[in-house]
């Protein structure tokens, strides 16, 4: 399964990896746990299946869904007071805990893929043989480039890169061979469709930035040596060990936000109908592509330039007080702050913002979020609607981004779609190990719900029979 691919195309093999994780196998280790976790679900149902955990709100109805539980994510959970857990881990210990690369100080994404994947912290060993499987999966397609040379370069990198995943289903096991597999055997197919994906997204996004901005026509090299976001970002023509570090950390952070999110969910749902990862995951990718999701962190390099133009790169708070005023007057709001589940400030913003604080060193942009961050909460607090004033993750990594030398902030949400790949796909992995049924959930207009209101009332339930509750009055 890991035949190695030299010289190929669009993606040559440089040098060989360390012979010394070849006898790990991500599919191997899965086996054990997906037989385990079956028998664990199988039983919660068993045992709990009638037990009402949750209710709706007429005002949820209308609202979004909000608060809502929906389904079942296992990878990872977002608590409103401290934020994501990926599999019970929080961004601290996450960065205390996932391997680094050699110097590195901060987490290889490739970690992110294991835990995820498993629900285990890696060793360093199983962290390089995610390395050496990304790396010698990395070929390219040669249709896929012509597919995204022939797009016209005002096309939003976005939709660039999506066109560019879209068309690599023509590697989909999945798609070739499912139907000759029995069902308890299709996550092995979909996890090595994701894994594939995974393979190949950062060349994908790499193309998308040369082909966007830099309009070189580049024969990719896949380092072995390297790791996956290090090869990544010399595929895009930088060469700093700063900016590896800082992509790594970016790719490692992105990875997961539970399973109600936009992006997470569009993907679970299309991939409830059996589509293959490919084509599941762009679903997710084009949710990523709303500004009030993934491309905030684009509009945030926007609110920036034209606070910039209008006061300036040293304001008083003052000053940015009443700039804040008057950007919201026409109903815009402040990107990079606010969030759906959480209430406090974003861990994953104070991450960046200590990256920022141990690696750059007065830089007019870091400087501007960080008295943001003063400024901000209180003022939206005293608009009194929000329910969470504080910074979310999209607050901080555009001005890192910029600070290394990736200026191109319409580029930003690639990067975040090549990161939530990582979530996404083992979330997608699981779906199908648990084999989970199409997702169709009923809806209804408000007459109707009007008439079920009344017939709440009346002690009946949906099909107008008398409810339990009812019969006991
Ligand atoms: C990776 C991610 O997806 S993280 C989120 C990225 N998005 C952003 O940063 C965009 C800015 N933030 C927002 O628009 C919102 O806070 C969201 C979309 C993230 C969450 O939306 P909700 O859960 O509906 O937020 P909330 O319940 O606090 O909204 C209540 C009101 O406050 C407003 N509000 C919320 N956040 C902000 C903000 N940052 N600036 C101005 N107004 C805001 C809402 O628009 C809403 O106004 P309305 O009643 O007039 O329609
Ligand atoms: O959880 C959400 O609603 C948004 C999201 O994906 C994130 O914050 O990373």
């Given at each position: ?12 093999v ?13 599919e191997k ?21 009638k037990t009402?955990?949750d209710?709706?709100?007429?005002s ?6 909000r608060g809502i539980?929906?389904?079942i ?12 857990l ?11 805990c ?12 490739e970690?992110?893929?294991?835990l ?14 995610i ?6 999966h990395s070929?390219?397609p ?9 797009l016209p370069?005002e096309?939003?990198?976005?939709t ?5 995943l879209q068309?690599l ?11 000759e597999?029995?069902?308890?055997e ?17 060349l ?5 930035y040369n ?12 380092d ?14 930088f060469?700093?060990?700063?900016f ?6 970016y ?10 999110n ?21 679903a997710?990718?084009n ?24 006061i ?14 008057g ?15 959480l209430r406090?400030t974003d861990?994953?913003f104070t991450?960046?913002?200590n ?28 608009l009194?609607?929000?329910?969470n ?8 990594s555009?001005?890192l981004?910029?600070y290394?030398g ?5 580029f930003?949400?690639?990067?975040f779609?090549?990161?939530r790949?990582?979530?996404?796909m ?24 009007l008439?079920l ?12 029979n ?8």
């Amino acid at each position: 399964m890991l035949a190695l691919h030299k010289m190929q195309k669009y993606g040559k093999v440089a040098s060989q990896h360390s012979k010394s994780c070849k006898t790990i196998s991500l599919e191997k280790t899965m086996e054990e746990i997906v037989k385990e976790q079956r028998e664990v679900v199988k039983k919660v149902i068993l045992e709990h299946g009638k037990t009402v955990v949750d209710t709706i709100k007429v005002s949820q109805l209308y609202g979004g869904m909000r608060g809502i539980l929906g389904f079942i994510c296992e990878t990872s959970c977002v608590l409103p007071k401290e934020g994501i857990l990926f599999r019970g881990h929080s961004t601290a210990k996450i960065e205390e805990c996932l391997p680094r690369a050699e110097n590195g100080c901060v987490p290889l994404p490739e970690g992110m893929i294991w835990l995820l994947m498993t629900g285990k912290l890696p060793t360093q060993e199983e962290v390089k043989y995610i390395t050496k499987y990304l790396n010698e999966h990395s070929t390219l397609p040669e249709y896929v480039i012509q597919v995204m040379d022939s797009l016209p370069k005002e096309l939003h990198p976005m939709t660039h890169f999506a066109i560019g995943l879209q068309a690599l289903q023509l590697n989909s096991i999945t798609l070739k061979k499912r139907k000759e597999h029995q069902k308890t055997e299709w996550w092995r197919l979909i996890l090595r469709d994701a894994m594939d994906l995974l393979s190949k997204i950062t060349l994908i996004a790499a193309h998308t930035y040369n082909h966007n901005y830099r309009g070189e026509k580049i024969c990719y090299q896949v380092d072995c040596e390297l790791d996956w976001s290090a090869n990544f970002t010399k595929m895009m023509g930088f060469k700093n060990p700063k900016f590896d570090e800082c992509i790594r950390m970016y790719l490692t952070l992105h990875a997961d936000h539970e399973g109600g999110n936009v992006s997470a969910h569009a993907c679970h749902l299309v991939g409830s109908a059996l589509a293959d990862p490919y084509i599941s995951f762009v679903a997710g990718l084009n949710g990523l592509a709303g500004p009030l999701h993934g491309l905030a962190n684009q509009e945030v390099l926007t609110f920036l330039n034209e606070l910039i133009k209008d006061i300036g790169k040293t304001p008083t708070d003052e000053q940015m007080l009443n700039w804040l005023k008057g950007w919201l007057k026409p109903g815009k709001v402040i990107p990079g702050y606010g969030h759906a589940v959480l209430r406090v400030t974003d861990p994953r913003f104070t991450t960046q913002e200590n990256f920022a604080k141990r690696n750059i060193k007065d830089d007019a942009m870091v400087n501007l979020v960080h008295q943001l961050y003063r400024v901000v909460p209180n003022f939206l607090k005293s608009l009194k609607k929000i329910n969470n004033p504080y910074p979310n993750v999209d607050a901080h990594s555009g001005v890192l981004l910029s600070y290394y030398g990736m200026k191109q902030n319409d580029f930003y949400t690639v990067l975040f779609g090549v990161s939530r790949a990582i979530g996404l796909m083992s979330q997608l992995v699981w779906a199908r190990a648990f084999m989970y049924p199409i997702e169709r959930p009923d809806t209804t207009t408000t007459d109707g719900l009007l008439e079920l209101i009344k017939a709440k009332k009346e002690g009946k339930d949906k099909q107008g029979n008398d409810t339990k509750d009812s019969k006991e009055k």
